[in-house]
Protein backbone atom coordinates (compact mmCIF):
# COMPACT_ATOMS: atom_id res chain seq x y z
CA UNK A 1 0.00 0.00 0.00
CA UNK A 2 1.41 3.82 -0.98
CA UNK A 3 2.11 5.49 1.89
CA UNK A 4 0.75 9.12 2.59
CA UNK A 5 3.97 10.45 2.58
CA UNK A 6 4.73 9.80 -1.12
CA UNK A 7 1.38 12.67 -1.67
CA UNK A 8 3.55 15.53 0.76
CA UNK A 9 4.82 18.78 -0.59
CA UNK A 10 7.93 19.00 1.14
CA UNK A 11 8.21 22.68 -0.02
CA UNK A 12 4.80 23.33 1.90
CA UNK A 13 5.21 21.69 5.13
CA UNK A 14 3.91 23.30 8.54
CA UNK A 15 7.28 24.36 9.96
CA UNK A 16 5.68 23.73 13.68
CA UNK A 17 2.60 20.54 14.37
CA UNK A 18 1.65 20.29 18.02
CA UNK A 19 -0.46 17.01 18.94
CA UNK A 20 -3.20 16.74 21.82
CA UNK A 21 -1.98 12.66 22.64
CA UNK A 22 -5.60 11.46 23.62
CA UNK A 23 -7.07 8.14 24.35
CA UNK A 24 -4.20 6.44 26.51
CA UNK A 25 -6.67 6.02 28.71
CA UNK A 26 -9.73 4.28 27.07
CA UNK A 27 -6.97 2.28 24.26
CA UNK A 28 -6.39 0.42 27.46
CA UNK A 29 -9.94 -0.37 29.30
CA UNK A 30 -10.83 -1.49 25.99
CA UNK A 31 -8.17 -4.18 26.22
CA UNK A 32 -9.08 -4.84 29.88
CA UNK A 33 -6.04 -3.37 31.37
CA UNK A 34 -5.47 -0.37 33.39
CA UNK A 35 -4.83 3.54 32.29
CA UNK A 36 -1.15 3.14 32.67
CA UNK A 37 -0.91 0.17 29.93
CA UNK A 38 -2.35 2.37 27.58
CA UNK A 39 0.62 5.20 28.38
CA UNK A 40 2.91 2.86 28.44
CA UNK A 41 1.81 1.81 24.51
CA UNK A 42 1.35 5.87 23.88
CA UNK A 43 5.28 6.18 24.36
CA UNK A 44 5.77 3.68 20.87
CA UNK A 45 3.47 6.69 19.08
CA UNK A 46 5.07 9.29 20.31
CA UNK A 47 8.93 7.95 19.04
CA UNK A 48 7.09 6.88 15.33
CA UNK A 49 5.61 10.03 15.39
CA UNK A 50 8.70 12.05 15.73
CA UNK A 51 10.51 10.09 13.79
CA UNK A 52 8.33 11.09 11.03
CA UNK A 53 8.23 14.30 12.05
CA UNK A 54 11.66 14.03 11.49
CA UNK A 55 12.14 12.57 7.83
CA UNK A 56 10.00 14.80 6.93
CA UNK A 57 12.03 17.88 8.29
CA UNK A 58 9.49 19.71 10.09
CA UNK A 59 10.84 21.97 12.24
CA UNK A 60 8.71 21.81 16.03
CA UNK A 61 6.55 19.03 16.85
CA UNK A 62 4.73 19.70 20.28
CA UNK A 63 3.34 17.15 22.37
CA UNK A 64 0.74 17.76 24.87
CA UNK A 65 2.24 15.13 27.58
CA UNK A 66 0.55 16.35 30.89
CA UNK A 67 -1.51 19.21 31.61
CA UNK A 68 -1.92 21.26 34.57
CA UNK A 69 -5.18 19.77 35.39
CA UNK A 70 -3.62 16.53 35.02
CA UNK A 71 -2.33 16.56 38.55
CA UNK A 72 -6.24 16.18 39.91
CA UNK A 73 -6.29 12.79 38.27
CA UNK A 74 -6.31 9.26 41.02
CA UNK A 75 -2.91 9.72 42.75
CA UNK A 76 -1.79 6.24 41.57
CA UNK A 77 -1.82 7.08 37.93
CA UNK A 78 -0.01 10.59 38.52
CA UNK A 79 2.80 8.49 40.23
CA UNK A 80 2.88 5.94 37.39
CA UNK A 81 3.14 8.74 34.80
CA UNK A 82 5.80 10.33 36.53
CA UNK A 83 8.11 7.22 36.77
CA UNK A 84 6.83 6.39 32.80
CA UNK A 85 8.19 10.28 31.90
CA UNK A 86 11.78 9.37 33.77
CA UNK A 87 11.65 5.68 32.36
CA UNK A 88 10.85 7.16 28.77
CA UNK A 89 13.63 9.85 28.85
CA UNK A 90 15.97 8.08 30.09
CA UNK A 91 15.76 5.48 27.45
CA UNK A 92 14.94 7.78 24.14
CA UNK A 93 18.11 10.11 24.72
CA UNK A 94 20.27 8.09 22.67
CA UNK A 95 17.28 7.22 20.14
CA UNK A 96 17.05 11.79 19.80
CA UNK A 97 20.64 12.08 19.45
CA UNK A 98 20.74 9.68 16.97
CA UNK A 99 18.08 10.67 14.55
CA UNK A 100 19.84 14.53 15.43
CA UNK A 101 16.23 15.76 17.76
CA UNK A 102 16.45 18.76 20.34
CA UNK A 103 14.60 17.98 23.08
CA UNK A 104 12.52 20.95 24.77
CA UNK A 105 10.09 21.42 27.12
CA UNK A 106 7.45 24.46 28.18
CA UNK A 107 5.61 24.02 31.24
CA UNK A 108 5.74 24.18 35.05
CA UNK A 109 8.61 22.11 35.54
CA UNK A 110 8.82 22.94 39.50
CA UNK A 111 5.31 20.65 39.90
CA UNK A 112 7.46 17.87 38.74
CA UNK A 113 9.32 15.72 41.70
CA UNK A 114 12.78 16.34 41.38
CA UNK A 115 13.82 13.30 39.79
CA UNK A 116 12.20 14.39 36.94
CA UNK A 117 13.45 17.59 36.77
CA UNK A 118 16.56 16.40 37.45
CA UNK A 119 16.31 13.75 34.19
CA UNK A 120 14.94 16.26 32.09
CA UNK A 121 17.85 19.08 32.81
CA UNK A 122 20.34 15.95 31.98
CA UNK A 123 18.05 15.03 28.45
CA UNK A 124 18.05 18.98 27.85
CA UNK A 125 22.08 19.16 28.08
CA UNK A 126 22.42 15.91 26.40
CA UNK A 127 19.87 17.23 23.00
CA UNK A 128 20.94 20.41 23.02
CA UNK A 129 23.68 20.69 20.17
CA UNK A 130 21.56 18.90 17.87
CA UNK A 131 19.98 20.97 14.99
CA UNK A 132 16.99 18.25 13.38
CA UNK A 133 13.51 18.50 14.69
CA UNK A 134 13.06 19.95 17.73
CA UNK A 135 10.75 18.04 20.11
CA UNK A 136 8.97 20.25 22.74
CA UNK A 137 7.24 18.04 25.24
CA UNK A 138 4.55 20.34 27.15
CA UNK A 139 4.63 19.10 30.76
CA UNK A 140 2.27 20.33 33.39
CA UNK A 141 1.55 23.35 31.19
CA UNK A 142 -1.57 24.90 30.19
CA UNK A 143 -2.33 27.87 28.34
CA UNK A 144 -4.30 30.00 31.44
CA UNK A 145 -0.97 29.09 33.41
CA UNK A 146 1.50 30.50 30.53
CA UNK A 147 -0.96 33.79 30.19
CA UNK A 148 -1.28 34.57 34.04
CA UNK A 149 2.75 33.99 34.09
CA UNK A 150 3.25 36.29 31.20
CA UNK A 151 1.18 38.75 32.83
CA UNK A 152 2.88 38.59 36.06
CA UNK A 153 6.18 38.70 34.06
CA UNK A 154 5.56 42.03 32.46
CA UNK A 155 4.10 43.28 35.81
CA UNK A 156 6.63 42.87 37.50
CA UNK A 157 8.97 44.81 34.78
CA UNK A 158 6.45 47.37 34.47
CA UNK A 159 7.18 47.61 38.34
CA UNK A 160 10.86 47.62 38.20
CA UNK A 161 11.21 50.12 35.42
CA UNK A 162 12.46 47.64 32.53
CA UNK A 163 9.04 48.16 30.90
CA UNK A 164 5.95 50.70 30.08
CA UNK A 165 2.81 50.10 30.08
CA UNK A 166 2.74 52.04 26.48
CA UNK A 167 5.51 49.69 25.07
CA UNK A 168 3.35 46.49 25.53
CA UNK A 169 2.16 45.31 21.86
CA UNK A 170 1.72 41.65 20.27
CA UNK A 171 5.21 41.08 19.91
CA UNK A 172 5.65 41.96 23.36
CA UNK A 173 3.61 39.75 24.87
CA UNK A 174 4.22 36.94 22.93
CA UNK A 175 7.89 37.27 24.23
CA UNK A 176 6.75 36.38 27.64
CA UNK A 177 4.92 33.54 26.79
CA UNK A 178 6.71 30.12 27.22
CA UNK A 179 6.56 29.75 23.55
CA UNK A 180 8.72 32.93 22.66
CA UNK A 181 11.19 30.94 20.56
CA UNK A 182 8.75 28.96 19.03
CA UNK A 183 6.78 29.80 15.93
CA UNK A 184 3.08 29.22 16.15
CA UNK A 185 1.87 25.89 15.13
CA UNK A 186 -0.16 25.74 11.69
CA UNK A 187 -1.26 22.31 12.28
CA UNK A 188 -2.65 21.28 15.62
CA UNK A 189 -3.89 17.32 15.41
CA UNK A 190 -5.88 15.71 18.42
CA UNK A 191 -6.25 11.68 18.44
CA UNK A 192 -9.25 10.10 20.53
CA UNK A 193 -12.23 11.21 19.46
CA UNK A 194 -12.65 14.65 21.18
CA UNK A 195 -13.69 17.88 19.26
CA UNK A 196 -11.44 20.24 21.61
CA UNK A 197 -8.03 22.23 22.14
CA UNK A 198 -8.52 21.53 26.11
CA UNK A 199 -6.65 24.37 27.10
CA UNK A 200 -3.68 23.90 24.77
CA UNK A 201 -1.61 27.03 23.47
CA UNK A 202 -4.49 28.47 23.06
CA UNK A 203 -3.29 32.46 22.52
CA UNK A 204 -0.67 30.39 19.40
CA UNK A 205 -3.73 29.05 17.81
CA UNK A 206 -5.39 31.69 16.45
CA UNK A 207 -4.60 30.83 13.15
CA UNK A 208 -4.14 26.90 13.35
CA UNK A 209 -5.49 24.20 11.46
CA UNK A 210 -7.06 21.68 13.70
CA UNK A 211 -7.68 18.14 12.55
CA UNK A 212 -9.29 15.59 15.00
CA UNK A 213 -9.23 12.00 14.33
CA UNK A 214 -11.28 8.73 16.89
CA UNK A 215 -8.14 7.32 16.89
CA UNK A 216 -6.98 6.35 20.14
CA UNK A 217 -3.14 7.75 20.77
CA UNK A 218 -1.48 4.57 20.81
CA UNK A 219 -2.67 3.66 17.37
CA UNK A 220 -1.37 6.48 15.96
CA UNK A 221 1.56 6.40 14.32
CA UNK A 222 3.83 7.88 11.77
CA UNK A 223 1.50 7.38 8.64
CA UNK A 224 -1.08 8.65 10.40
CA UNK A 225 1.16 12.02 10.95
CA UNK A 226 1.46 11.85 6.66
CA UNK A 227 -2.15 11.83 6.26
CA UNK A 228 -3.21 14.67 8.49
CA UNK A 229 -0.14 16.18 6.67
CA UNK A 230 -1.93 15.88 3.67
CA UNK A 231 -5.31 16.67 4.39
CA UNK A 232 -3.29 19.84 6.00
CA UNK A 233 -1.93 20.49 2.23
CA UNK A 234 -5.37 20.15 0.89
CA UNK A 235 -6.69 23.50 2.88
CA UNK A 236 -6.65 27.22 1.79
CA UNK A 237 -5.27 29.31 4.34
CA UNK A 238 -6.44 32.36 4.29
CA UNK A 239 -5.97 34.41 7.88
CA UNK A 240 -9.28 36.36 7.74
CA UNK A 241 -8.90 37.66 3.98
CA UNK A 242 -10.91 36.14 1.24
CA UNK A 243 -9.95 32.87 -1.14
CA UNK A 244 -9.84 35.59 -4.29
CA UNK A 245 -7.25 38.01 -2.20
CA UNK A 246 -4.99 34.29 -1.26
CA UNK A 247 -4.92 33.26 -4.98
CA UNK A 248 -3.65 36.98 -6.00
CA UNK A 249 -0.96 36.80 -3.42
CA UNK A 250 0.64 33.40 -4.95
Known amino acids: MQSYKQNIDLSNLPRHIAIIMDGN ?3 AKEKGEDRLYGHFHGVNSVRSVAEGASELG ?4 TLYAFSTENWDRPQE ?3 GLMELLIQTIRKEVPVLNKNN ?4 VIGDLSMLPNDAQAEMEEALKETSKNIGLNLVLALSYSSRWELVNAVKKIAEDIESGKLKANDINQSVLESYLATSNIPDPELMIRTGGEHR ?8 SAYTELYFTDLKWP ?3 KEKLFEAI ?3 QNRERRFGKTGEQIKQNK
Open 230 to 232: CDF
Open 25 to 27: GRW
Open 101 to 104: IRLS
Open 77 to 79: EVN
Open 197 to 204: ISNFLLYQ
Open 58 to 61: VEFL
Open 219 to 221: DFD
